[in-house]
């Protein structure tokens, strides 16, 4: 069983921690067995805003963690505890896989794991992020970078994203989607995805895009093309080009190749399927070109992944598959109260409604 650790001190956000909380520290065992083996690691009971928290171990216990999430520092103008820092820094000089939402890349960076390498925070902090530790690499235009031991995520909601990339690493993008379908949030948005856009929220159901997806994706097998999206949507190429920025951060034919990508994993994990016979299902054509695409963008050829990430004997994914668009993709979720995913969408769209 994998050992996850969240680091908890005082200046610490709760949004984030709580994200952490949700998708590790919860039994989802229903889902995938075994889950995670989930602990808080702190120097004593701690204040989070309004919440006080008890953890389970010291900072030390974090050195016995295969993975170690530090959530968002609420105070960056000053330094994080130093013994918060040693305790980042021995973890993943231990082994362990660090990670870092929001402004947590501050805490990495004060141990010396981000020195050198390309990280990420909330895109009103990226500036000093840049200035207070030069030897790393800021980039204020993405959702998350993955390092391979070190990760960090942009602010807010980007947390959710790279958490899930980590189920998705550790359990493969079915087990990873059903998260998602059960959090009521994309299943799948890439790390390069912009971190916002300066167009205004669509209020749900309201945007150029909303049918145009699940179009799509009901047709990954066929070879569609800029022209058959524009055509679709009602609009010319250029208009579909600067929709597909706005809303998605990214192209229309990087967007579609993702979403061919992401069936083709679930296939490879769910099915006996040849990657022949997948290749077809997707829409890539051949298996040649599916494994210089999927290559490219997964680090490893299909066959290679098939054999870390399938799904393993007893394990529940639910069902459909719930390829992630980067915003709602109309797959509908059970009945269910409102969760936390859904509460901010809600608050988003009554701000939008009153401006």
């Not at 992020?129 to 390092?147: G, S």
């Not at 997948?278 to 290559?295: K, N």
């Not at 680090?299 to 393993?312: L, S």
Request: some cysteine; hydrophobic content about 40%.
């Amino acid at each position: 069983m994998t050992t996850v650790a969240l680091a908890i001190t005082d200046g610490m956000l709760h949004f984030e921690l709580s994200l952490a909380i949700e998708v590790f520290g919860s039994d989802l065992t229903h889902i995938v067995d075994p889950w995670y083996d989930f602990a808080l690691c702190g120097p004593s009971a701690v204040r989070v805003d309004r919440f006080h928290l008890v953890p389970d171990h010291g900072l030390d216990q974090l050195r016995q963690a295969d993975t170690v999430i530090v959530p968002g520092w609420a105070d960056v103008d000053r330094d994080p505890p130093a013994e918060l820092v040693d305790a980042v820094r021995a973890a993943h000089e231990a082994g362990a896989r660090v990670a870092s939402l929001c402004t947590g890349a501050f805490v990495l960076a004060a141990a010396g794991l981000l020195d050198g390498r390309r990280a990420t925070t909330h895109w009103a902090h990226t500036d000093e992020l840049t200035r207070r530790h030069p030897r790393v690499t800021v980039d204020p235009d993405v959702l998350y970078v993955d390092n391979g031991s070190v990760l960090t995520s942009a602010g807010k909601a980007a947390a959710m994203d790279l958490c899930l990339h980590l189920v998705r690493l550790d359990h493969g993008s079915a087990v990873a989607n059903t998260i998602a379908r059960r959090l009521v949030v994309p299943p799948h948005r890439d790390g390069g995805q912009a971190q916002f856009v300066t167009t205004p929220v669509p209020t749900p159901g309201n945007h150029p895009l909303a049918r145009l997806f699940p179009w799509v994706l009901q047709r990954l097998d066929q070879a569609l093309t800029v022209e058959d999206l524009a055509r679709q949507a009602g609009m010319s190429s250029r208009h579909l080009g600067r929709h597909f920025r706005s809303v998605t951060g990214t192209t229309p034919l990087q967007w579609l190749l993702t979403q061919r990508i992401r069936h083709a994993q679930e296939l490879l994990e769910t099915t006996d399927d040849t990657v022949d016979t997948i290749a077809t299902a997707t829409g890539m054509g051949t298996a040649t070109t599916l494994r210089r695409h999927f290559a490219r963008t997964v680090g490893v050829p299909p066959d290679t992944y098939r054999r870390t990430f399938r799904t393993r004997a007893g394990t529940r994914t639910g069902a459909g598959t719930g390829i992630g668009t980067g915003i709602g993709t109309g797959i509908r979720p059970a009945p269910a109260l409102p969760n936390a995913a859904a509460a901010i969408d809600l608050a988003v769209g009554a701000l939008v409604g009153r401006s």
